[in-house]
């Protein structure tokens, strides 16, 4: 296993068209993370899976925006209806089996995927 | 108020200097902080982890976490053209929350 991986690398999309993002985490990671990162800023939180839970999701995330990991392995990531203000970085992440379901005592190491590139046109 | 705050710089240091950046956070409930590094285009790769205050020491890089302050600080030793990257502080409170990043030029 080489890390975390996302598919596709790229996408050019129009306006109203819907989009989905896959991401393959590390084997033996069993949390899963999504992010979007614009020019100039930091990843932005968008939601988390632990196995195939979804335990977070931020409050700033779009009902436009759904996420799924039905088996606890693979993820997608759907925008409906893409505006231009959803391009972006869609970065994925994913880390090892923590103590607890407390993410702020996790010894939580994340590892990043390549990212998919979204531009909106 | 943002929950990191960080420096966006740009940051210029000469090869062979000692970097510094450093990060405050809001919330004290904060447990786990991260350094990772990013270059241009890539994807966001970890440098240091740190939850206990004081030092931790990896190679060249020194993260040193004060709570008290709520201040994390990251020190590059012996400064290489290929340490210039942005530098992103992230904290977990009870999501991840990442600072914008600071921008290091190392200048041969």
């Known amino acids: 296993d080489t890390g975390v991986s996302q598919d596709p690398r790229h996408k050019i999309t129009k306006r109203g068209q819907n989009v989905t993002f896959r991401c393959d985490p590390i084997s033996e990671h069993n949390r899963l993370y999504w992010y979007r990162q614009t020019l100039g800023q930091g990843p932005e939180f968008l939601t988390y899976?632990?196995?195939?839970?979804?335990?977070?999701k931020s409050r700033l995330l779009s009902d436009r925006f759904s996420a799924e990991r039905p088996k606890g392995s693979f993820s997608t990531l759907e925008i409906q209806r893409t505006e231009q203000g959803d391009s972006a970085m869609y970065l994925c992440?994913?880390?090892?089996?923590?103590?607890?379901?407390?993410?702020?005592?996790?010894?939580?190491?994340?590892?990043f995927g390549a990212g998919t590139r979204l531009s909106v046109l | 108020q943002k929950e990191v705050e960080q420096n966006s710089g740009p940051l210029s240091v000469p090869e062979g200097a000692i970097a510094s950046l450093n990060c405050t956070y809001s919330d004290r409930g904060s447990q786990s902080f991260f350094w990772y590094r990013q270059y241009s285009g890539k994807s966001p790769e970890l440098i240091m982890f740190?939850?206990?205050?004081g030092d931790k020491e990896d190679g060249r890089f020194t993260a040193q976490l004060n709570k008290a302050s709520q201040y994390v600080s990251l020190l590059i030793r012996d400064s290489q053209p290929s340490d210039s990257a942005t530098y992103l502080c992230?904290?977990?409170?009870?999501?991840?929350?990442f600072g914008t990043g600071t921008s290091l030029t190392v200048i041969p």
């Open positions: 992230a904290v977990i409170n009870p999501q991840f929350y």
């Open positions: 992440a994913s880390s090892f089996p923590g103590a607890g379901g407390d993410l702020r005592l996790a010894k939580n190491i994340q590892y």
């Open positions: 740190i939850y206990s205050n």
């Open positions: 899976f632990q196995n195939e839970a979804q335990l977070e």
